[in-house]
Nanobody, 116 residues
Framework: QVQLVESGGGLVQAGGSLRLSCAAS????????VGWYRQAPGKQREKVAG???????NYADSVKGRFTISRDNAKNIVYLQMNSLEPEDTAVYYC??????????WGQGTQVTVSS
């Protein structure tokens, strides 16, 4: 079992920045891939950024150049640095991981609201 807890969301003006954190506990050693997703009201959940099993990063086109995913392996924390935020980035952001057995885990989500 893996537990994921997100933090760092909040209200920010357009052009501002936020850093989200995702702390993993439990069988964190079994994590193969990890990423950030978001879901805006009335829209499907979409992947924002992630680490592949090989350690490479990937980003949605809409956030490239503005968001950066990083991790602290010693602390089992994954970060999402979000700069130049836009009202369209408003959503609930979720941390996701897939363990070595292919099982998905989700955090409870953290709200990000960007005002214009």
């Amino acid at each position: 079992q893996v537990q994921l807890v997100e933090s760092g969301g909040g209200l920010v003006q357009a052009g501002g920045s936020l850093r989200l954190s995702c702390a993993a506990s439990g069988s964190a050693f079994s994590i193969n891939r990890v990423g950030w997703y978001r879901q805006a009201p009335g829209k499907q959940r979409e992947k924002v950024a992630g680490f592949t099993g090989g350690g490479n990063t990937n980003y949605a086109d809409s956030v490239k150049g503005r968001f950066t995913i990083s991790r602290d392996n010693a602390k089992n924390i994954v970060y999402l640095q979000m700069n130049s935020l836009e009202p369209e980035d408003t959503a609930v952001y979720y941390c996701n991981c897939v363990n070595m057995y292919g099982r998905n885990y989700w955090g409870q989500g953290t709200q990000v609201t960007v005002s214009s």
